[in-house]
Protein backbone atom coordinates (compact mmCIF):
# COMPACT_ATOMS: atom_id res chain seq x y z
CA UNK A 1 0.00 0.00 0.00
CA UNK A 2 2.59 2.42 0.89
CA UNK A 3 4.55 1.59 -2.25
CA UNK A 4 1.26 2.35 -4.31
CA UNK A 5 0.54 5.46 -2.53
CA UNK A 6 4.37 6.63 -3.13
CA UNK A 7 4.07 6.00 -7.01
CA UNK A 8 0.64 7.57 -7.22
CA UNK A 9 2.14 10.77 -4.76
CA UNK A 10 5.39 10.91 -7.12
CA UNK A 11 3.37 10.87 -10.40
CA UNK A 12 1.00 13.84 -9.35
CA UNK A 13 4.18 15.29 -8.34
CA UNK A 14 5.16 15.17 -12.12
CA UNK A 15 1.70 16.04 -13.19
CA UNK A 16 1.34 19.27 -11.20
CA UNK A 17 4.99 20.35 -11.89
CA UNK A 18 4.76 19.67 -16.19
CA UNK A 19 1.66 21.83 -15.73
CA UNK A 20 2.62 24.78 -13.97
CA UNK A 21 5.98 24.61 -16.08
CA UNK A 22 3.73 24.87 -19.52
CA UNK A 23 1.93 27.27 -18.15
CA UNK A 24 4.75 30.02 -17.33
CA UNK A 25 6.35 28.86 -20.34
CA UNK A 26 3.39 29.74 -22.19
CA UNK A 27 2.81 33.00 -19.94
CA UNK A 28 6.53 33.76 -20.70
CA UNK A 29 6.41 33.79 -25.04
CA UNK A 30 5.88 37.49 -25.54
CA UNK A 31 3.54 38.32 -28.86
CA UNK A 32 5.59 40.24 -31.14
CA UNK A 33 3.89 42.80 -32.98
CA UNK A 34 4.53 43.05 -36.82
CA UNK A 35 6.82 45.02 -38.69
CA UNK A 36 5.83 48.54 -39.58
CA UNK A 37 6.42 47.78 -43.12
CA UNK A 38 3.71 45.12 -42.71
CA UNK A 39 1.28 47.34 -41.23
CA UNK A 40 2.01 49.72 -43.58
CA UNK A 41 1.02 47.54 -46.95
CA UNK A 42 -1.90 46.29 -44.98
CA UNK A 43 -2.96 49.99 -44.26
CA UNK A 44 -2.84 50.57 -47.76
CA UNK A 45 -4.72 47.35 -48.60
CA UNK A 46 -7.04 48.55 -46.53
CA UNK A 47 -7.20 51.83 -47.85
CA UNK A 48 -7.88 50.30 -51.51
CA UNK A 49 -10.88 48.36 -50.77
CA UNK A 50 -12.24 51.34 -48.97
CA UNK A 51 -11.48 53.25 -52.80
CA UNK A 52 -12.80 50.41 -54.70
CA UNK A 53 -16.23 50.33 -52.26
CA UNK A 54 -16.96 54.09 -52.64
CA UNK A 55 -16.48 53.55 -56.60
CA UNK A 56 -19.05 50.69 -56.51
CA UNK A 57 -21.65 53.02 -54.76
CA UNK A 58 -20.75 55.71 -57.34
CA UNK A 59 -21.15 53.49 -60.19
CA UNK A 60 -23.90 52.34 -58.82
CA UNK A 61 -25.93 55.17 -58.11
CA UNK A 62 -25.27 57.00 -61.92
CA UNK A 63 -26.12 52.85 -63.37
CA UNK A 64 -22.30 53.33 -65.29
CA UNK A 65 -20.61 51.10 -67.44
CA UNK A 66 -17.03 51.68 -67.47
CA UNK A 67 -15.72 48.47 -69.21
CA UNK A 68 -14.58 50.70 -71.96
CA UNK A 69 -12.73 53.22 -69.81
CA UNK A 70 -9.55 53.51 -69.19
CA UNK A 71 -8.29 54.97 -65.45
CA UNK A 72 -6.18 57.70 -64.49
CA UNK A 73 -4.55 59.15 -61.63
CA UNK A 74 -3.03 62.20 -61.02
CA UNK A 75 0.30 60.96 -61.71
CA UNK A 76 -0.25 59.73 -65.12
CA UNK A 77 -1.05 63.51 -66.47
CA UNK A 78 1.85 64.85 -64.49
CA UNK A 79 4.50 66.74 -67.32
CA UNK A 80 7.82 64.23 -67.46
CA UNK A 81 11.20 65.99 -68.13
CA UNK A 82 11.45 67.24 -71.08
CA UNK A 83 7.98 67.69 -72.03
CA UNK A 84 6.31 71.46 -72.91
CA UNK A 85 3.29 72.87 -71.56
CA UNK A 86 1.86 74.03 -74.69
CA UNK A 87 2.23 70.09 -75.98
CA UNK A 88 -0.17 69.02 -73.05
CA UNK A 89 -3.01 71.23 -72.49
CA UNK A 90 -5.09 67.69 -72.24
CA UNK A 91 -3.22 66.78 -69.44
CA UNK A 92 -3.37 70.35 -67.99
CA UNK A 93 -6.64 70.61 -68.04
CA UNK A 94 -7.83 67.70 -65.84
CA UNK A 95 -4.92 68.20 -63.43
CA UNK A 96 -7.41 70.70 -61.95
CA UNK A 97 -10.14 68.04 -61.15
CA UNK A 98 -8.11 66.30 -59.04
CA UNK A 99 -7.93 69.73 -56.38
CA UNK A 100 -10.37 69.23 -53.60
CA UNK A 101 -11.44 67.06 -50.51
CA UNK A 102 -13.65 64.00 -50.98
CA UNK A 103 -14.23 60.85 -49.13
CA UNK A 104 -11.99 58.21 -50.85
CA UNK A 105 -9.98 59.04 -54.44
CA UNK A 106 -10.99 61.24 -56.88
CA UNK A 107 -11.27 58.81 -59.92
CA UNK A 108 -11.01 59.96 -63.46
CA UNK A 109 -12.07 57.50 -66.09
CA UNK A 110 -11.65 58.03 -70.35
CA UNK A 111 -12.50 56.25 -73.33
CA UNK A 112 -9.99 55.65 -75.51
CA UNK A 113 -7.40 57.36 -72.57
CA UNK A 114 -5.80 60.73 -73.57
CA UNK A 115 -6.69 60.16 -77.38
CA UNK A 116 -10.37 59.68 -76.80
CA UNK A 117 -12.86 62.15 -76.51
CA UNK A 118 -15.08 61.41 -74.02
CA UNK A 119 -14.79 60.84 -70.52
CA UNK A 120 -16.00 60.96 -66.25
CA UNK A 121 -14.78 62.02 -63.01
CA UNK A 122 -16.06 60.53 -60.42
CA UNK A 123 -16.16 61.30 -56.76
CA UNK A 124 -17.83 60.77 -53.02
CA UNK A 125 -18.22 64.70 -51.85
CA UNK A 126 -17.22 64.66 -47.82
CA UNK A 127 -20.99 64.89 -47.31
CA UNK A 128 -21.15 61.11 -48.59
CA UNK A 129 -23.08 62.96 -51.95
CA UNK A 130 -21.74 60.88 -55.02
CA UNK A 131 -20.68 63.31 -58.18
CA UNK A 132 -20.45 62.35 -61.55
CA UNK A 133 -18.91 65.23 -63.98
CA UNK A 134 -18.94 64.36 -67.95
CA UNK A 135 -16.32 65.22 -69.89
CA UNK A 136 -15.54 65.87 -73.37
CA UNK A 137 -12.39 66.66 -75.48
CA UNK A 138 -12.80 70.07 -77.63
CA UNK A 139 -9.43 70.55 -79.38
CA UNK A 140 -7.08 69.55 -76.87
CA UNK A 141 -8.60 70.75 -73.94
CA UNK A 142 -11.01 68.45 -71.74
CA UNK A 143 -13.91 70.69 -70.56
CA UNK A 144 -16.96 69.32 -67.87
CA UNK A 145 -19.85 69.42 -69.93
CA UNK A 146 -22.41 68.04 -66.85
CA UNK A 147 -22.41 68.04 -63.30
CA UNK A 148 -24.47 65.60 -61.97
CA UNK A 149 -24.82 65.32 -58.13
CA UNK A 150 -26.93 61.92 -56.27
CA UNK A 151 -27.88 61.77 -52.77
CA UNK A 152 -25.98 58.73 -51.21
CA UNK A 153 -24.52 57.44 -47.56
CA UNK A 154 -21.34 58.36 -46.29
CA UNK A 155 -18.70 55.30 -46.42
CA UNK A 156 -16.22 56.00 -43.60
CA UNK A 157 -13.33 54.17 -44.02
CA UNK A 158 -11.75 51.97 -40.54
CA UNK A 159 -9.01 53.91 -38.27
CA UNK A 160 -6.00 51.73 -39.09
CA UNK A 161 -4.44 50.52 -35.22
CA UNK A 162 -1.09 51.62 -35.41
CA UNK A 163 -0.27 50.60 -32.13
CA UNK A 164 -0.04 46.86 -33.06
CA UNK A 165 2.82 47.52 -35.11
CA UNK A 166 6.51 47.42 -33.82
CA UNK A 167 8.19 50.75 -34.59
CA UNK A 168 10.59 48.88 -36.81
Not at 65 to 88: A, P, T
Not at 129 to 142: A, H, Q, T
Amino acid sequence: MNKKFSHLLLISIILIYGVNNETFFANSVKEEKPPKSVCIEESEKEYQEFNNKVLKDIVKSFNLDLSEYQEFISDDLMLKVGEKLNDHSDKMSLQSLFVGRSNGSRRLFLKNGLEGKEGYFLYKKIDGNNVKKKLSKIGEVWVVMSVDEKKAKKIRIKRFNWDKCSEN
